[in-house]
């Protein structure tokens, strides 16, 4: 039997598992196997590189035995690099002129360090850190200075730092982020890791972006930054990350990734399926992997594959635990909290240096991943918790809390120690809050964020400054007060009334008036709806303008990278296919990534501010109308299709969810309204978690209101039975009214009710005895509504003082340069900060 | 770029929008030698500041709503609401936290703009 040639392009740590692999499985009798090794040695440990400073010699860190590949009839080609593959004559041809001829070939040619484009990078005294060839490089010079400078906080940087430091020389670390370890960690865990590393004498200094290297004589003297800072240094080593070496690849017309990378399928092949890549130069799924585990991964998946077997590669755990200047840092599963419904409780110690996250489902019952710096003993057993997916014990943050004397701690804010943190973002502790509270005599959560910057990140820890405020205020025997802020000395409610009785029309007549100041971004909103619930004029308008949360502002819902999304009215859920054609239509046109929303209806999302003019253009053309998607405002009625076509159905939820979203469609409520109509008690359209819900009967409807979904799910309540579609629609009108009038800013109607004394019958009493009187006055603003309605988007599109404000830039009609996509699941999203960052992504120009 | 650029008293001032195309209390976002500036007007000054919000690293500021604390003027971000003083682009929220500001000039219902950010201020990042 003839021997098929197999060659190897790079001797790295995963080429070599992949050769041990091959020699192991028996399935090298089949193949001659030839390998092209760059390096003027074989493979060696390159997690451990730095032990290479620490004195251990290149043979005691290579990874293959004396002979090995000599015994076993691999052919290695020493200092060679494969320059060209030829894929027409199927053969390679190398730096050194070798021309050698494949059946199949494999590359693992591992990555480069990323080096950015800073002028005067290619001074003497500028180094990598990827090869024991640079370390020895490194060594000499630093052995004639005395500072260094590492570009790159993150894994390796720090990792380069820290031999900087054995080394003796004074260190800095430059970072671009405004945090160490971007990637791995977060911001809780990298302050906890900056202090300690600064104990070490390391210098940090992060957010800051690299301008140039300056050198005298050819060699680097200072580097200089964008702020106008200066740092002496006289060696500088990039860390910065690393970039896949796929030019090969790249040459030979094979695809890569995107971001780079040679792209392989789940069996490790290219798109040419005689080409094989495995390692750090492989993207998988859309991304490289810069730790080890995957590459052997890959390795162990190639030899299967050459072997006709059917291993596949999974999924990676990028888990990692590493020990940094004596510091451990892990960072395992779900680190960041990205997974959908992911919650976060973290615990953190400046005082002994310890900050611990753990990442939880939705239900807190499984563990998704974490962070742990200073102190990670527990990594191991929370790593498995996250991979097995075990239910966790009832209090899961007990995990990571240190234990309390005298047993298990209560639930609760009362229940937390000082020391817990309670605004993750921004890294708060109960006892720094607490302590602001009474020390600066805090009367409201916004001073306690201005105070101590808690609650401004996120924002899911506002709920318990609250709770925080309120309980250290009652400690103090103080009352918490209702104004609506510092420019207005009056709760929502009484501020309405006073709009009403006085007619006031604008927010500039209601603050001369009644309030002092300029306002805020708290009373404009609150004010605008007022006026918008009383007035119903264009919240366009020139002097409405300025009252508009951006939502508002630009009809259209504000996404993470400040592009828009837009959602058309789909009354009641009922779409004709030609609704759905045109829908994907303008889709597709203007490149909008599409998704069927949690309500019924479409949501396209990625439009840029300049866009949205065109797409309402298309979509009123299509005979669509805003869905209000943006405002504070009635949002769907769901309906099920009850009569219309199912068996069980006793009444025309269709066309009733039609008739309901038509008529409240554009009301502005002190909060988003939903509804929903069921079409029998089987209740399909979820109608008793909505604030006003309907469920057919045999004789009518019933009306449940002051429901809830969202953070705190709340079931609706019964207010009446069999009621006709009139009879129904007059009682709503009174209560859409009535809570109009007397609910908080952004309180739901649940929320709302809860404050109510008296509960559902003291609403029976208002709404259907007419026990205030004011049953007529409700209902009559309510037809005032109804009837004042126009669809905002087709009322701007016909508008060109409102159109030229849809512009990105006031004096250019470029679109905003730093809107950038990343493909994912044949659609796109926005590319976050760290792959623009990281330069995983086209940049902007500096 | 269709940006014209004036020479005014050898200073390098750009002339961005009129006066009256910034409904008052709200902003615009201006690209000036290759930065996004919010220019920002209130109900009678008009202040220039980086348009990226350094929390949500978006580049949206000159969309938030514009008001004063304790009467120093400022602007909200759309995305986290987090308020900076108009004046010094300081963070109100977070005293480590600053964005650029620009000089900023009015001249026959024009308004300019100076090229470069107040000399100290970071760069946004
Ligand atoms: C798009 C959508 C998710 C999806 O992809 O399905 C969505 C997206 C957002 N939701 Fe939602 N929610 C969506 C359905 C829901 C639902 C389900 C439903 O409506 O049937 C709920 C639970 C039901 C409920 O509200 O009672 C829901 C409960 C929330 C909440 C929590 C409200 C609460 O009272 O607890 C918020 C936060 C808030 O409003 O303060 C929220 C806020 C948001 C915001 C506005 C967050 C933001 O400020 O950016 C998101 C805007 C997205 C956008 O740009 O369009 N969204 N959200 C859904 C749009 C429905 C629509 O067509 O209008
Ligand atoms: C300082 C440091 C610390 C690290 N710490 C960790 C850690 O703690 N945990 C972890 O999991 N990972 C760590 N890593 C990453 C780990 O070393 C890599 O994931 C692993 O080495 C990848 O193996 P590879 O074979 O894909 O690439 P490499 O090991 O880089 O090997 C690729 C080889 O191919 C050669 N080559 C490239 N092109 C050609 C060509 N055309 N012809 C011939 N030869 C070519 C290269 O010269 C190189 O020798 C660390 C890396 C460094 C640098
Ligand atoms: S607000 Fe709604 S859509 Fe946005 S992430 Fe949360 S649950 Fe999802
Ligand atoms: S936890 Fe996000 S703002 Fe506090």
Redesign the pocket.
């Known amino acids: 039997m003839t021997k098929k040639q197999l060659v190897v392009v790079g001797n790295g740590m995963v080429g070599h598992r992949f050769l041990e692999l091959l020699l192991e499985s028996g399935e090298s009798e089949r193949w001659n196997v030839v390998t092209f090794c760059e390096e003027p040695r074989l493979a060696y440990d390159r997690v451990n590189l730095t032990n290479f400073l620490g004195g251990k010699s290149p043979a005691e860190l290579s990874l293959v035995g004396p002979r090995r590949y000599e015994d076993a009839g691999v052919t290695v080609h020493l200092g060679d690099r494969a320059a060209v593959i030829d894929r027409q004559c199927k053969r390679v041809l190398s730096a050194e002129g070798r021309r050698i001829p494949y059946d199949v070939l494999v590359l693992a040619t591992g990555s480069a360090p990323f080096v950015p484009p800073i002028p005067g990078r290619d001074a003497w005294g500028c180094f990598v850190y990827r090869t024991i060839d640079d370390l020895k490089r490194i060594r000499l010079w630093a052995a004639q200075i005395q500072t260094g400078v590492v570009i790159g906080g993150g894994l390796l940087g720090l990792e380069a730092a820290n031999a900087l430091t054995h080394m003796g020389l004074e260190t800095h670390v430059v970072e671009f982020a405004p945090r160490l370890m971007a990637m791995q960690i977060d911001e809780g865990g990298a302050q906890i890791l900056r202090s300690k590393i600064e104990a070490l004498g390391v210098s940090v200094h992060t957010g800051k972006n690299t301008t140039r290297i300056v050198s005298r004589g050819g060699r680097v003297t200072e580097i200089r930054f964008a702020d106008g800072g200066v740092l002496a240094a006289e060696m500088v080593v990039f860390s910065a990350g690393i970039s896949a070496r796929d030019e090969l690849a790249r040459n030979a017309g094979l695809e890569v990734g995107e971001r780079g990378g040679i792209v392989v399928d789940e069996r490790c092949r290219t798109s040419d399926p005689d080409i094989l890549a495995i390692g750090e130069c492989a993207s998988y799924r859309g991304r490289t992997y810069g730790l080890v585990g995957p590459g052997y991964q890959m390795a162990r998946t190639a030899v299967s594959t050459l072997a006709g077997g059917d291993d596949r590669l999974g999924v990676f755990d990028m888990s990692t635990k590493l020990k940094l200047m004596g510091v451990e840092v892990a960072s395992f599963g779900d680190a960041h909290g990205t997974l959908p419904g992911a919650r976060v409780v973290a615990f953190s110690d400046a005082v002994s240096g310890v900050y611990k996250k753990l990442v939880l489902s939705s239900d807190r019952q499984r563990l998704l991943g974490g962070v742990l710096v200073g102190e990670a003993s527990s990594y191991g057993q929370l790593l498995s918790l996250t991979q097995s997916k075990a239910a966790l014990p009832p209090q899961p943050e007990q995990l990571i809390l240190p234990r309390l004397e005298g047993g298990a701690a209560l639930p609760g804010v009362d229940a937390l120690p000082d020391a817990a943190t309670i605004c993750t973002c921004q890294n708060v502790g109960k006892g720094v809050i607490c302590k602001a509270i009474r020390s600066q005599d805090l009367t409201s959560v916004g001073a306690v964020k201005a105070a101590t910057t808690a609650g401004t990140g996120c924002g899911s820890c506002v709920p318990l400054l609250g709770e925080l405020l309120a309980r250290e205020m009652k400690r103090a025997g103080k009352k918490v007060s209702r104004d609506l802020c510092e420019h207005f000395p009056h709760p929502r409610q009484e501020l309405f009334h006073l709009l009403r009785v006085h007619g006031v029309r604008s927010f500039d007549e209601l603050i001369g008036k009644h309030g002092r100041g300029t306002g805020c971004e708290i009373c404009k909103p609150a004010v605008a709806s007022m006026l918008s619930s009383t007035w119903n004029e264009h919240v366009l308008e020139d002097r409405h303008l300025g009252l508009q949360d951006t939502n508002d502002r630009f009809l259209a819902?504000?996404?993470r990278d400040g592009s828009y999304?837009v959602?058309p009215r789909v009354p009641g859920g009922e779409i004709t296919p030609d609704q759905l054609i045109a829908l994907g239509w303008i889709a597709r046109k203007h490149c909008l990534y599409s998704?069927?929303?949690?309500?019924?209806?479409v949501?396209l999302?990625g439009a840029r501010l300049e866009q949205l003019p065109q797409i309402w253009r298309d979509l009123v053309a299509a005979g669509f109308e805003s869905?209000h998607?943006y405002g504070k405002a009635l949002?769907?009625v769901?309906s099920c299709v009850g009569s219309t076509w199912c068996r069980f159905g006793v009444q025309d939820s269709v066309s009733f969810a039609i008739r309901l979203e038509n008529r409240y469609k554009g009301l502005r409520a002190p909060?988003?309204l939903?509804s929903a109509v069921s079409g029998c008690a089987r209740e399909c359209a979820?109608a008793q978690?909505?604030d006003f819900g309907v469920i057919a009967t045999e004789k009518g409807y019933n009306l449940y209101l002051c429901g809830?979904?969202?953070?705190?799910p709340q079931h609706a309540q019964l207010f009446a039975t069999d009621l006709d579609e009139d009879t129904l629609i007059r009682y709503l009108d009174r209560f859409l009214m009535f809570y109009v009038r007397t609910a908080d800013r952004?309180q739901?109607t649940?929320a709302w009710f809860n404050n109510l004394e008296g509960g559902i019958e003291y609403l029976r009493q208002v709404l259907i005895d007419d026990s205030l009187g004011i049953c007529a006055e409700l209902e009559s603003d309510m037809a005032r509504i109804v009837d004042s309605y126009r669809c905002e988007w087709k009322a701007t599109i016909e508008d060109p003082v409102k159109l030229a404000r849809f512009r990105t830039f006031v004096n250019s009609p470029e679109p905003d340069p730093s809107l950038v996509r990343v493909p994912q699941r044949a659609q796109h999203r926005p590319a976050t900060w760290e792959e623009k960052q990281l330069h995983l992504v086209p940049q902007e120009a500096e | 770029m269709t940006a014209i650029a004036l020479e005014l008293d050898g200073a390098p001032w750009e002339d961005v929008c009129a006066l009256e195309d910034i409904v008052p209390w709200t902003g615009v976002c201006a690209l000036i030698a290759g930065r996004q500036v919010a220019i920002v007007r209130t109900g009678d000054a008009v202040y220039a500041l980086g348009n990226l919000d350094p929390f949500s690293k978006a580049n949206v500021l000159s969309r938030g709503i514009v008001g004063d604390k304790d009467g120093i003027p400022k602007i909200a971000s759309p995305i986290f609401k987090q308020t900076f003083d108009l004046r010094t682009g300081q963070c109100l929220d977070n005293p480590a936290v600053r964005v650029p500001t620009h000089e900023v000039r009015i001249e026959r219902g024009r308004i300019l703009v100076h090229r470069e950010p107040r000399p100290g201020d970071q760069d946004g990042a």
């Open positions: 819902n504000i996404q999304s959602v998704k069927i929303t949690g309500a019924q209806r949501d999302f869905g998607a949002r769907t769901k909060h988003k939903k979820e978690g909505k809830n979904g969202g953070m705190k952004l739901r649940a």
